[in-house]
């Protein structure tokens, strides 16, 4: 079945790792990926996104994620988190032969240590 | 500011009483989603809509309808509510059929 999958249901890193959340899908057509975050008691805001060119793409707060097409990956990364990056994370992903439905992983909760 | 706004926030029902939960945005987007969240399982598409009276049903519908008089507004029924449909709902609207979406502040739905 076509999916989105994220690996870690639950990360638990210290102020000032690195960070590293891995996303992977199963769509064969043209996709958009997206990362939102969703932080205590709030709604999803959007992180960042990749539609064509660079497949390095930069959001905000530090965050940047890799699209590798042979990989059918969208790994979202920062060098240094913070205790304020303390949320869930999902990953998603829109294709084209779906109409533009935009489909979730099941999210990954980060907690950061101060 | 254009926005999304969900109403009521906080929903308490008793299982098959008919719950309708609004969304109305303000940014005439013609695309509008509902989702629901639910621990391990992230966010699934219940229905969308791609302009007025357009809608399709997403990979939970069962138990779900809506309606699309105007481009404002999406509302989400529960036809007869089971404790299975106890869950966040989040409504949502993108400019481009494959674009962003933006989030409204989800409605919380406790059937008991």
């Known amino acids: 079945a076509q999916s989105v999958s994220q690996h870690n249901h639950h990360v638990i890193l210290s102020e000032a790792a690195s960070l590293e959340l891995g996303c992977n899908y199963s769509?064969?057509?043209?996709?958009?990926l997206f990362w939102y975050v969703q932080y205590p008691g709030q709604h999803l805001q959007l992180l960042l996104k990749?539609?064509?060119?660079?497949?390095l793409v930069k959001g905000i707060k530090g965050f940047e994620a890799e699209f590798i097409k042979s990989k059918f990956s969208f790994n979202l990364r920062k060098p240094s988190v913070q205790w304020s990056d303390t949320a869930e994370y999902f990953c998603?992903?829109?294709?084209?032969?779906?109409?533009?439905?935009?489909?979730f992983g099941q999210g990954t909760e980060l907690s950061v240590k101060p | 500011d254009a926005e999304i706004t969900q109403s009521p926030r906080h929903k308490i029902t008793e299982t098959g009483r008919q719950v309708t939960l609004a969304c109305h945005q303000t940014?005439?987007?013609?695309?509008m989603f509902w989702y629901r969240q639910d621990l391990g399982h992230g966010l699934r598409l219940i229905h969308y809509?791609?302009?007025?009276?357009?809608?399709n049903k997403g990979e939970v519908s069962d138990g779900y309808s809506v309606s699309r008089s105007n481009t404002e507004d999406l509302p989400l029924t529960l036809e007869s509510a089971a404790s299975s449909q106890t869950s966040v709902y989040f409504c949502?609207?993108?400019?481009?059929?494959?674009?962003?979406?933006?989030f409204g502040e989800g409605s919380r739905l406790t059937v008991l």
């Open positions: 769509y064969g057509g043209t996709v958009n």
């Open positions: 990749y539609f064509s060119g660079d497949p």
């Open positions: 809509s791609y302009g007025v009276q357009d809608t």
């Open positions: 940014w005439n987007h013609n695309n």
């Open positions: 949502a609207s993108s400019k481009r059929r494959m674009g962003e979406l933006f």
């Open positions: 998603a992903v829109n294709e084209s032969n779906q109409g533009g439905k935009l489909i």
